[in-house]
Nanobody, 121 residues
Framework: QVQLVEFGGGLVQPGGSLRLSCAAS????????MGWYRQAPGKQRELVAT???????IYADSVKGRFTISRDNAKNTMYLQMNNLKTEDTAVYYC???????????????WGQGTQVTVSS
């Protein structure tokens, strides 16, 4: 079995920064595209950013220029550097791996449990 665990959420003032981490554990051979998603109260879960195993990235328009997604394939870890945070960034942030493989075993759409990010003065 594999799992994703997020770290780094918390309370920050507007204009501040946070860095989220997502660590994969278990028997892991390779991880395909990974991504960060978020869900604010009363809203649907939305894409924040994705990154392929080769490092290609996609960002939601609302976070372009403020957030940076990255990953360390050797450590099976993904990061989200969030700068110039706004109150509207308040949400539970989830990490996701589209596919994790180990030998002949494949896990699809693996989600973390989420970490709360609150931006407030």
């Amino acid at each position: 079995q594999v799992q994703l665990v997020e770290f780094g959420g918390g309370l920050v003032q507007p204009g501040g920064s946070l860095r989220l981490s997502c660590a994969a554990s278990g028997s892991i051979g390779a991880i395909a595209t990974m991504g960060w998603y978020r869900q604010a109260p009363g809203k649907q879960r939305e894409l924040v950013a994705t990154i392929t195993s080769g490092g290609s990235t996609i960002y939601a328009d609302s976070v372009k220029g403020r957030f940076t997604i990255s990953r360390d394939n050797a450590k099976n870890t993904m990061y989200l550097q969030m700068n110039n945070l706004k109150t509207e960034d308040t949400a539970v942030y989830y990490c996701k791996a589209d596919r994790i493989t180990w030998g002949w075993t494949t896990y699809n759409n693996v989600w973390g449990q989420g970490t709360q990010v609150t931006v407030s003065s």
